[in-house]
T-cell receptor, first 110, second 110 residues
């Protein structure tokens, strides 16, 4: 049972490059989330999707776009990466109480 | 003001100690509350939900005071394996948003 799968696990980008972080869940959950985690800042919500076909901004959406491709998949896109986007990114899905997280993507922008 | 604020920590305690974490939330519309645990370089995982009546799970007790907008977690008889970062989480109303505190690092020493 895979749960929440994120790809890639590690990525190094040059400033200005673009990339998409992929997230898929196999638990048939309606809600999905993207967070970033930086030292001393905790988990900050970038975007979330309450259900298929809807997305909403979180606390730190600038510089990111998302797509809820279907119920399973919720992708996060960086159009023009900046060093300030160096972080660990977590995807999560939730139905009811518990949110399940992927293992994270460690992104470095140089 | 951040929506969810926690004790900054870190907490260093000996094995067998009792330790308490405090958390406040600012959004009075928040309806669900949780404590998550995050081990170093891993994804967060649900430790326990928090109910108004208070709830206990083995050595862990969670309390919620809606009037004061205050949440607590008590760990009794600390074990080395309790060493982790503890995250306070609030979920608001119908928008499904999950907001995390910055987390409190606990180290239990032999």
């Amino acid at each position: 049972n895979a749960g929440v799968t994120q790809t890639p696990k590690f990525q190094v980008l040059k400033t200005g490059q673009s990339m998409t972080l992929q997230c898929a869940q196999d638990m048939n959950h309606n809600s999905m989330y993207w967070y970033r985690q930086d030292p001393g800042m905790g988990l900050r919500l970038i975007y979330y999707s309450a259900s298929e076909g809807t997305t909403d901004k979180g606390e730190v959406p600038n510089g990111y776009n998302v797509s809820r491709l279907n119920k399973r998949e919720f992708s996060l896109r960086l159009e023009s990466a900046a060093p300030s986007q160096t972080s660990v990114y977590f995807c999560a899905s939730r139905e009811g109480t518990e949110a399940f997280f992927g293992q994270g993507t460690r992104l470095t922008v140089v | 003001r951040k929506e969810v604020e926690q004790d900054p920590g870190p907490f260093n305690v000996p094995e067998g100690a009792t330790v308490a974490f405090n958390c406040t939330y600012s959004n009075s519309a928040s309806q669900s509350f949780f404590w998550y645990r995050q081990d170093c370089r891993k994804e967060p995982k649900l430790l326990m939900s928090v109910y108004s009546s208070g709830n206990e799970d083995g050595r862990f007790t969670a309390q919620l005071n809606r009037a004061s907008q205050y949440i607590s977690l008590l760990i009794r008889d600390s074990k080395l394996s309790d060493s982790a970062t503890y995250l306070c989480v609030a979920s608001g109303g119908s928008n499904y948003k999950l907001t995390f505190g910055k987390g409190t690092l606990l180290t239990v020493n032999p």
